[in-house]
């Protein structure tokens, strides 16, 4: 057997970070396939919760990677990580499905943030299930945008600047929405509360606190 024959090990792909799977991406599709794994769980809840249909979801969860693999020779991160542009990516298609058929249905996103109401970055706190309820109630009542930019926050766990290269918008618009929409929040509890004779409890401790990441 002769040992200076034998193949060099090829490296884990799996270890690698995004930037540098990205760059041999543009040349191997064992890479891409990398990104994709790591990905495509993540970007498939985005398109059902925008579209409530589960076909529809895994239809536009292929297109995106599709596009995405088409179109990553062009692909340059702009200080805004790869899996910001996944899900720009899918933001247009599911703003063109919608155009198209002319509907529009988010899930629930209690659906998405699991029984213990996650819901940790917002300084909210639902200790319990009356409190839980108006939350959710409240939140239901937000534009699509706004409820877009709390799943994307604190479901996908994106950064501000993320969520703005998705909706199209300035690391400080978000930061502003984000403000408003507790302030919203709180209000609405607020009210809520007020109508069934409680003490107003808001779900939001410190809204002072928008520049979260």
Partial sequence: ????????KQPDLTRLEDPELVLLAKDDQQAFGVLYERYVE????????RTGNHQDAEDLTAAVFHR???????YTERGVPFQAWLYRIAHNLVANWHRD??????????EFI??????????????DKEERKALLTAIARLPEERQQLLYLKFVSNLSNAEV???????????????????????????MQHTRVGAPGRAP?????RTEGN
């Fill in 1 to 8: 057997m002769n040992i200076f024959r034998r193949k060099p």
């Fill in 42 to 49: 993540k970007i498939y809840k985005y398109i059902y919760y």
């Fill in 68 to 74: 995405a693999m088409a179109h990553i020779e062009n």
């Fill in 101 to 110: 058929r002319g509907r529009r249905k988010i899930i629930p996103l209690e």
């Fill in 114 to 127: 699991g029984p213990d109401l996650h819901f940790d970055s917002p300084d909210t706190v639902a200790e």
């Fill in 164 to 190: 703005g290269e998705i909706l199209d918008r300035t690391e400080g618009a978000i930061k502003s929405l984000y403000h408003r929409t507790l302030l919203t929040l709180r209000d609405d509890i607020e």
């Fill in 204 to 208: 939001v401790s410190e809204t002072k």
